[in-house]
């Protein structure tokens, strides 16, 4: 069982920057960040192995967004840059409970997610 929970959110000017954090408990293994706009399905925005070695992002963030991990705080987290107004949305965090080598693109891999934190970018 692994248990997460966001923090960071908030409203911030086109431009600006905002870190979100995700404190886990449990197990985690490979992990993500995914975002939902109203209206809108879940899309992953980052995903990172369990060493930080590897690491995915979606073209739409790719050079704004980077996601890292702590694993001796068990926290990850989502450094946004650059932000836009198209990057508002509810943001969650997620792992796969279970060791993975690598990163996991696929929404359905991950198992246990976060409560998710508003992150809306004023134009």
Known sequence: ?????????????????????????????????????????REIVAAISWTGRSTYYADSVKDRFTISRDNAKDTLYLQMNSLKPEDTAVYYCASTPTYITGVLTTLSGYRYWGQGTQVTVSS
């Open 1 to 41: 069982q692994v248990q997460l929970v966001e923090s960071g959110g908030g409203l911030v000017q086109a431009g600006g920057s905002l870190r979100l954090s995700c404190a886990a408990s449990g197990r985690t293994s490979t992990m993500g960040w995914f975002r939902q706009a109203p209206g809108k399905e």
